[in-house]
């Protein structure tokens, strides 16, 4: 039974470039949620989806970042031309239920750590 | 919005001594997760509490919840250079599903 998923682990992008990460939750997992997390910082939420559906985006910077979770593959995160300061590592983390439900847990991934030069 | 403070922030501790952990927030949550990640990893899921006074145990760790559903705390017994890591609480208050994160606190056991 396969964790959540994050593709790729490393990225390197030079500023002005898009990036792409990517994120299959668990199986049976339908609500996706991910994070930022500087160096030497704890995660704050960015973006919380459902199948087809943004369910909160309060998080999201509000310019060049978008994320998309289709019916069909991986929940996609997109940071268009990227800056040094996008430099972070990006977690992934999915739940069979929303979490405001008892006892529903979030499992993370093991993320994709983005380095603009 | 809802913060959760974590202290120590940095802990560098001999082997088998005990520590504790604290995170507290002016928020009441639904639920409060611990969780341990590693340098180059994601964090990974310790436990989950959601009774106010809940404590669990896993091995040498145990988890409490405070009574108002405020604060929580994780002891370690005995630690071992495995439980070397960043120890995480985080939170949800019931009425947003996401997790609030707390300021994490870095721990390192040496032999």
């Known amino acids: 039974n396969a964790g959540v998923m994050q593709n790729p682990r490393h990225l390197v992008r030079r500023r002005g470039q898009e990036a792409r990460l990517r994120c299959s939750p668990m199986k049976g997992h339908s609500h996706v949620y991910w994070y930022r997390q500087l160096p030497e910082e704890g995660l704050k939420f960015m973006v919380y989806?459902?199948?087809?559906?943004?369910?909160?985006e309060s998080g999201m910077p509000k310019e060049r970042f978008s994320a998309e979770f289709p019916k069909e593959g991986p929940s996609i995160l997109r940071i268009q031309q990227v800056v040094r300061g996008d430099s972070a590592a990006y977690f992934c983390?999915?739940?069979?239920?929303?979490?405001?439900?008892?006892?529903?847990?979030?499992?993370f991934g093991q993320g994709t750590r983005l380095t603009v030069v | 919005t809802q913060l959760l403070e974590q202290s120590p922030q940095f802990l560098s501790i001999q082997e088998g001594e005990n520590l504790t952990v604290y995170c507290n927030s002016s928020s009441v949550f639904s639920s409060l997760q611990w969780y341990r990640q590693e340098p180059g990893e994601g964090p990974v899921l310790l436990v989950t509490?959601?009774?106010?006074?809940e404590v669990k145990k896993l091995k040498r760790l145990t988890f409490q919840f405070g009574d108002a559903r405020k604060d929580s705390s994780l002891h370690i017994t005995a630690a071992q250079p495995g439980d070397t890591g960043l120890y995480l609480c985080?939170?949800?208050?019931?009425?947003?599903?996401?997790?609030?994160f707390g300021t994490g606190t870095r721990l390192q056991v040496t032999l």
């Open positions: 983390a999915s739940s069979p239920g929303p979490l405001g439900l008892t006892n529903t847990e979030a499992f």
């Open positions: 985080a939170g949800n208050t019931g009425t947003a599903s996401k997790l609030t």
């Open positions: 509490v959601v009774t106010g006074g």
């Open positions: 989806l459902q199948k087809e559906n943004i369910i909160d």
